[in-house]
């Protein structure tokens, strides 16, 4: 076990160096630098900037700063945001965008692995049927279609939901079901279809065997088994909520990581960009990598070596 | 012993109790016809109606996207003055003119937007451009991943380890972001190129942001499809089928070409399949937060976000691209789902 | 002779598949008394293992019983309810499957897996159960089983699993064993040793056991009675001794002819059955063996032949013996 966390660790220091230093490489690919981008600069501006931000050092000096930089965990100041640094727009962002992800994450586990539960149990009946149909539709819905969806229901048609920021729990409903939406479609079809496989496997009919009540079966000898490939799901639904935020935040306004991410392309604010996907990257190489492992802990049959 | 006596009397005849002949026996004996894989599969498949209604939506999808901005009137650059948003068949003030002096005048299926351009040849040009992105971009990873996988399975030992580390520090890399990432920068030398050195002016006609989100498609998606056809040929290598036709004296080429290649077969059909409607998502993605296909082509993306700010107004703007894009993705996954039933049931997750 | 313990008939079980229905079993008739070891042998496809399933009420979805009846120490199976079941399964009646391999659940481990059928059916309290468990595991020839309890299946070799899996099914002292294809899956050397722990068992606890197998070899060295099965048919049942030394069915006979002796000459060549298994989906109007029957006449094509009795206990389907007691009677008229 110890070798296999020390290899996985190994793994994702690797990756994100490499998505470091890509990131370096195409930032510096950018013609004329991260300052062309703004409203012609006069000469001499241009030169102070390069100087204050290093940029007129040899490429290889500025990579090493960089990469020493980052490895304390400092991303430097915002180029478009004046007088914030990369760090701080990063942890207001985040603060705003893990709750809502959070929520999300928690509610497409939930229903997907209770539909998923109930689609399987009652496989060929009416509820499989209404269960799959939607969760198929489900995943064929991209999260943009979702939020705009809901906004003109709820909010233009109804008006029961607001339709931007965060400030009561009545506006997390909306941007919630947009994130969690996907992913509940796929995880109630990935557990559905898990459940049926373990359901025909031979230790449930040992379990029925025995005399257990459906109820034990289900909850003490089926889903334990099932729930494992919703488990190996959890590092790609992170990304994917992720991402997904980019869209949701900026459809509902949402002062999150997203909208600042989304922000600062259209901005073209460099250092922004770079930060927000290094850190963004770290944390579902991160996320991963604890996911694995916990795989691992919760399967036995994987070998402790 | 007569038959009239007989105490058993069943209606039994002597003549039931002479042995049959092999003839008769073999009428009994129901075969199976045995078919090929393709012929089998293909035939689950047909019977599959939900994959083939799929598959006519696509297929009315694409003639839709490929076939009808031809014969449209409009084009989907074209901004009519004084056409600005209209509603669905409706007609400006100047058309209603010209009609009224009898020249006919074509309608506006679906409105137009906020700079008089056509809404329904933008969706047609929109379609186009997800199902070219799907579409060809399923067919670059297909090649690079088979190719990477097959080597990497075929070689086995350290050619295997080294490229496999490879496609596992990329697996773990957050594609969306190096995609974004990628679009936000390349965009700038794909342009320089295409402007600049002669030769590359062909980039223009695709233009700029398809042929970066083919660039960063070729580069990060095809690990999956690598994974699978590595993992497929590792395992097939190893099959009683594959030692059975080795003892019997098949040569090298027979064994892939009949044995490994063909167990491959399906599971890459439905990969690339599924590959598809996960690269329009992706692209209808980027188009939407504004970095996919540039304008003034239309993605359907790029429609649907353009109309969130007249939500109010003009929900079937935003409902137009975003029924489509469900539609061509659904359309997608449910024939990839019918592919694997029909060709792979082993992969069905 | 003692009490009836098993008594199955005319019992037809048939799966509702989409493409038609199987008839699994076909008018099945078995009777067993307490104390015996019945063998059923046959192979793949001719019901033995569903005869045994549904005596548990654990026929797999999409089979269900449609006609015949089920008694056992007396209980009605057929006409009890899901939770009337429950009470009897790993009780009165447990099961040991053919592959010990996927039999146990991966994720629990083995003492976790024995308590609870223990604690599910006995008034036993956690530390009895856990006591009662190693018991259980000592008496299966399990060693340090102080250290299996905490083990997971897959830290197990097969044997060891399947000892577990007899631990399981004694655990509550069934009335009766069910083995199905307890050793197929096993290495031969293993397989003798399971044998032994199973008959030993019975001596011990003094159950009664339905062994399924298609080895003969195991239910010559077990049973008492066997029931030989082909497409979902009882085709002949008697004592280990009239079957295996005066066989009446063709199928049976085919069966004695296709496996080696220890008593044979040297060059005595094992005769294979020609052909393959009947199509449960498509089956023959008449005896299901007939097409591959070396003396198979034009009534066998057509109707099913009935059970002739050939002593009080032997009695097999078959219109050859149809035929002789047809010719005898006639001779006497």
Redesign the interface.
């Not at chain 1, 990131?23 to 409203?39: D, H, Q, R, S, Y």
């Not at chain 1, 999150?256 to 392309?265: V, W």
């Not at chain 2, 039994?12 to 090929?36: G, I, T, Y």
């Given at each position: 076990m110890a070798k296999y966390i020390i290899k996985r660790v190994l793994?994702?220091v690797?990756?994100l160096w490499?998505?470091a230093t890509?990131?370096f490489i195409?930032?510096n690919?950018?013609?004329g630098g991260p300052f062309l981008a703004e409203k012609a600069p006069s000469e001499a501006t241009l030169k102070a900037l390069n100087e204050k931000y290093g940029l007129d050092k040899p490429l290889i000096v500025q990579y090493g700063n960089y990469m020493s930089r980052l490895l304390r965990g400092d991303m430097g100041p915002s180029i478009k945001q004046r007088g914030r640094t990369v760090n701080q727009i990063i942890s207001n962002g985040f603060k705003v965008s893990a709750r809502v992800g959070g929520i999300s994450v928690l509610v497409a586990v939930l229903i997907g692995i209770t539909l998923g539960s109930i689609a399987a149990m009652n496989?060929s009946k009416w509820i499989d049927n209404v269960i799959i149909v939607v969760s198929?539709?489900g995943?064929?819905?991209?999260?943009?279609?979702v939020s705009?969806?809901l906004?003109?229901v709820f909010s233009?048609k109804l008006k029961l939901l607001p339709t931007y920021g965060l400030s009561s729990p009545l506006h997390y409903i909306m941007p919630v079901m947009a994130l969690s939406f996907y992913p509940t479609a796929y995880i109630t079809?990935?557990m559905r279809?898990s459940m049926l496989e373990v359901l025909g496997?031979?230790?449930m009919?040992?379990?029925?065997?025995?005399?257990?009540?459906q109820f034990k079966m289900l909850f003490?000898?089926a889903l334990?088994?099932a729930i494992l490939?919703v488990v190996t799901y959890l590092g790609p639904l992170l990304?994917y909520t992720?991402?997904g935020s980019?869209?949701v935040e900026?459809?509902f306004t949402i002062p999150g990581l997203g909208n600042d991410?989304?922000s600062s392309?259209?901005n073209?604010d460099y250092t922004l960009?770079m930060g927000t996907?290094i850190f963004?990257?770290a944390l579902?190489?991160t996320m991963?990598l604890m996911v694995d492992i916990a795989y691992k802990l919760?399967?036995?049959?994987i070998?402790l070596k | 012993m007569t038959k009239e006596k007989n105490p058993l009397s069943l209606q039994l005849d002597v003549s039931d109790f002479l042995p049959a002949d092999s003839e008769e026996k073999q009428s009994l004996v129901v075969m199976r016809k045995s078919v090929s894989f393709w012929r089998d599969g293909m035939r689950r498949f047909k019977r599959n109606k939900i994959a083939m209604v799929s598959f006519a939506v696509i297929i009315i999808i694409m003639i839709f996207a490929f076939i009808g901005p031809v014969i449209y009137p409009y084009s989907y650059e074209q901004q009519i003055r004084g056409s600005e948003n209209l509603a669905p068949m409706e007609y400006s003030e100047q058309e209603l003119e010209l009609m009224a002096q009898g020249q006919s005048v074509f309608p506006h299926f679906l409105g137009t937007d906020s700079l008089g351009r056509d809404i329904m040849i933008r969706l047609m040009m929109g379609s186009r451009v997800s199902l070219l992105v799907g579409i060809v971009a399923s067919a670059l990873v297909l090649l690079i991943g088979s190719l990477y996988g097959a080597i990497a399975g075929y070689f086995g030992g350290k050619v295997d380890l080294v490229m496999m580390r490879i496609v596992d520090i990329i697996y773990t890399v957050p594609d969306i972001l190096i995609i974004i990432l990628l679009m936000v920068t390349l965009k700038y030398p794909l342009e320089n190129l295409a402007n600049n050195v002669p030769g590359f002016s062909w980039i223009n006609t695709i233009g700029v942001g398809l042929i970066c989100i083919f660039i960063v498609f070729a580069l990060l998606y095809w690990v999956g499809m690598a994974r699978i056809v590595r993992s497929q040929i590792l395992t097939l290598k190893e099959q009683e089928f594959v030692t059975a036709a080795k003892a019997l004296g098949a040569s090298h080429g027979r064994i892939i070409r009949k044995h490994l290649l063909t167990n491959c077969m399906g599971a890459l059909i439905v990969t690339t399949t599924l590959q598809i409607p996960s690269s329009i998502f992706t692209e209808s993605f980027l188009s939407f937060i504004g970095i996919g296909v540039a304008a003034p082509m239309p993605s359907l993306g790029s429609m649907a976000s353009q109309a969130i700010s007249g939500i109010t107004s003009y929900p079937h703007r935003l409902l137009a691209p975003a029924i489509m894009i469900s539609l061509i993705i659904l359309s997608f996954n449910l024939i990839g789902d019918g592919l694997r039933d029909a060709f792979d049931p082993k992969l069905k997750d | 002779m003692g009490n009836t313990l098993v008594d199955i008939k005319n019992l037809r079980v048939s799966f509702f598949t989409p493409a038609g229905e199987v008839k699994a079993l076909n008018d099945v008739s078995i009777k067993m008394e307490e104390g015996e070891v019945l063998g059923i042998v046959g192979e793949s496809g001719s019901g033995k293992s569903v005869t045994a399933y549904s005596l548990m009420g654990l026929i797999p979805y999409p089979g269900r019983i449609v006609g015949g009846t089920i008694d056992f120490n007396g209980h009605r199976i057929n006409d009890m309810s899901e939770a009337e079941m429950r009470a009897i399964r790993g009780n009165e009646v447990s099961i040991i499957f053919q592959d010990p391999m996927t039999s146990l659940n991966p994720v629990y481990t083995i003492g976790n897996q024995i308590m609870e059928v223990i604690l599910l059916h006995t008034d036993k309290n956690k530390e009895q159960a856990y006591e009662r468990a190693v018991e259980l595991l000592t008496l299966v020839g399990i060693n340090e089983p102080a250290k299996r309890m905490k083990q997971y299946p897959h830290e197990l070799s097969g044997g060891m699993r399947q000892r577990v899996m007899i631990a399981i099914a004694l655990a509550c002292e069934p009335k009766l064993l069910i083995a199905d294809e307890p050793t197929t899956a096993l290495d031969v050397t293993i397989q003798a040793q399971i044998l032994e722990l199973m008959m030993e068992l019975k001596q011990k606890i003094g159950m009664s056991i339905i062994m399924i197998t298609h080895d003969l070899g195991i239910v010559a060295n077990m049973c008492q009675k066997i029931a030989v099965m082909y497409g979902g048919k009882v085709v002949e049942c008697g004592t280990a001794d009239e079957i295996f030394y005066n066989p009446r069915h063709e199928y049976t006979k085919g069966l004695l002819r296709s496996i080696p002796r220890l008593t044979d000459k040297e060059h005595r060549k094992l005769i294979p059955i020609e052909g393959t298994p009947v199509d449960m989906l498509n089956p023959p109007a008449g005896c299901p063996f007939a097409p591959r029957c070396n003396s198979c006449m034009k009534i066998c094509l057509g109707r099913m032949p009935e059970y002739t009795d050939l002593s009080e206990t032997h009695y097999s389907a078959c219109w050859l013996l149809q035929k002789e007691e047809f010719e005898r009677r006639g001779q006497g008229a």
């Amino acid at each position: 076990m110890a070798k296999y966390i020390i290899k996985r660790v190994l793994l994702a220091v690797v990756t994100l160096w490499l998505i470091a230093t890509i990131t370096f490489i195409l930032m510096n690919m950018v013609p004329g630098g991260p300052f062309l981008a703004e409203k012609a600069p006069s000469e001499a501006t241009l030169k102070a900037l390069n100087e204050k931000y290093g940029l007129d050092k040899p490429l290889i000096v500025q990579y090493g700063n960089y990469m020493s930089r980052l490895l304390r965990g400092d991303m430097g100041p915002s180029i478009k945001q004046r007088g914030r640094t990369v760090n701080q727009i990063i942890s207001n962002g985040f603060k705003v965008s893990a709750r809502v992800g959070g929520i999300s994450v928690l509610v497409a586990v939930l229903i997907g692995i209770t539909l998923g539960s109930i689609a399987a149990m009652n496989r060929s009946k009416w509820i499989d049927n209404v269960i799959i149909v939607v969760s198929t539709c489900g995943i064929a819905v991209p999260s943009f279609v979702v939020s705009t969806v809901l906004m003109i229901v709820f909010s233009v048609k109804l008006k029961l939901l607001p339709t931007y920021g965060l400030s009561s729990p009545l506006h997390y409903i909306m941007p919630v079901m947009a994130l969690s939406f996907y992913p509940t479609a796929y995880i109630t079809r990935l557990m559905r279809s898990s459940m049926l496989e373990v359901l025909g496997q031979d230790y449930m009919r040992t379990a029925r065997a025995k005399g257990l009540s459906q109820f034990k079966m289900l909850f003490k000898h089926a889903l334990r088994n099932a729930i494992l490939p919703v488990v190996t799901y959890l590092g790609p639904l992170l990304a994917y909520t992720l991402t997904g935020s980019f869209v949701v935040e900026k459809i509902f306004t949402i002062p999150g990581l997203g909208n600042d991410f989304i922000s600062s392309i259209t901005n073209r604010d460099y250092t922004l960009i770079m930060g927000t996907t290094i850190f963004l990257a770290a944390l579902i190489v991160t996320m991963n990598l604890m996911v694995d492992i916990a795989y691992k802990l919760i399967d036995p049959r994987i070998k402790l070596k | 012993m007569t038959k009239e006596k007989n105490p058993l009397s069943l209606q039994l005849d002597v003549s039931d109790f002479l042995p049959a002949d092999s003839e008769e026996k073999q009428s009994l004996v129901v075969m199976r016809k045995s078919v090929s894989f393709w012929r089998d599969g293909m035939r689950r498949f047909k019977r599959n109606k939900i994959a083939m209604v799929s598959f006519a939506v696509i297929i009315i999808i694409m003639i839709f996207a490929f076939i009808g901005p031809v014969i449209y009137p409009y084009s989907y650059e074209q901004q009519i003055r004084g056409s600005e948003n209209l509603a669905p068949m409706e007609y400006s003030e100047q058309e209603l003119e010209l009609m009224a002096q009898g020249q006919s005048v074509f309608p506006h299926f679906l409105g137009t937007d906020s700079l008089g351009r056509d809404i329904m040849i933008r969706l047609m040009m929109g379609s186009r451009v997800s199902l070219l992105v799907g579409i060809v971009a399923s067919a670059l990873v297909l090649l690079i991943g088979s190719l990477y996988g097959a080597i990497a399975g075929y070689f086995g030992g350290k050619v295997d380890l080294v490229m496999m580390r490879i496609v596992d520090i990329i697996y773990t890399v957050p594609d969306i972001l190096i995609i974004i990432l990628l679009m936000v920068t390349l965009k700038y030398p794909l342009e320089n190129l295409a402007n600049n050195v002669p030769g590359f002016s062909w980039i223009n006609t695709i233009g700029v942001g398809l042929i970066c989100i083919f660039i960063v498609f070729a580069l990060l998606y095809w690990v999956g499809m690598a994974r699978i056809v590595r993992s497929q040929i590792l395992t097939l290598k190893e099959q009683e089928f594959v030692t059975a036709a080795k003892a019997l004296g098949a040569s090298h080429g027979r064994i892939i070409r009949k044995h490994l290649l063909t167990n491959c077969m399906g599971a890459l059909i439905v990969t690339t399949t599924l590959q598809i409607p996960s690269s329009i998502f992706t692209e209808s993605f980027l188009s939407f937060i504004g970095i996919g296909v540039a304008a003034p082509m239309p993605s359907l993306g790029s429609m649907a976000s353009q109309a969130i700010s007249g939500i109010t107004s003009y929900p079937h703007r935003l409902l137009a691209p975003a029924i489509m894009i469900s539609l061509i993705i659904l359309s997608f996954n449910l024939i990839g789902d019918g592919l694997r039933d029909a060709f792979d049931p082993k992969l069905k997750d | 002779m003692g009490n009836t313990l098993v008594d199955i008939k005319n019992l037809r079980v048939s799966f509702f598949t989409p493409a038609g229905e199987v008839k699994a079993l076909n008018d099945v008739s078995i009777k067993m008394e307490e104390g015996e070891v019945l063998g059923i042998v046959g192979e793949s496809g001719s019901g033995k293992s569903v005869t045994a399933y549904s005596l548990m009420g654990l026929i797999p979805y999409p089979g269900r019983i449609v006609g015949g009846t089920i008694d056992f120490n007396g209980h009605r199976i057929n006409d009890m309810s899901e939770a009337e079941m429950r009470a009897i399964r790993g009780n009165e009646v447990s099961i040991i499957f053919q592959d010990p391999m996927t039999s146990l659940n991966p994720v629990y481990t083995i003492g976790n897996q024995i308590m609870e059928v223990i604690l599910l059916h006995t008034d036993k309290n956690k530390e009895q159960a856990y006591e009662r468990a190693v018991e259980l595991l000592t008496l299966v020839g399990i060693n340090e089983p102080a250290k299996r309890m905490k083990q997971y299946p897959h830290e197990l070799s097969g044997g060891m699993r399947q000892r577990v899996m007899i631990a399981i099914a004694l655990a509550c002292e069934p009335k009766l064993l069910i083995a199905d294809e307890p050793t197929t899956a096993l290495d031969v050397t293993i397989q003798a040793q399971i044998l032994e722990l199973m008959m030993e068992l019975k001596q011990k606890i003094g159950m009664s056991i339905i062994m399924i197998t298609h080895d003969l070899g195991i239910v010559a060295n077990m049973c008492q009675k066997i029931a030989v099965m082909y497409g979902g048919k009882v085709v002949e049942c008697g004592t280990a001794d009239e079957i295996f030394y005066n066989p009446r069915h063709e199928y049976t006979k085919g069966l004695l002819r296709s496996i080696p002796r220890l008593t044979d000459k040297e060059h005595r060549k094992l005769i294979p059955i020609e052909g393959t298994p009947v199509d449960m989906l498509n089956p023959p109007a008449g005896c299901p063996f007939a097409p591959r029957c070396n003396s198979c006449m034009k009534i066998c094509l057509g109707r099913m032949p009935e059970y002739t009795d050939l002593s009080e206990t032997h009695y097999s389907a078959c219109w050859l013996l149809q035929k002789e007691e047809f010719e005898r009677r006639g001779q006497g008229a």
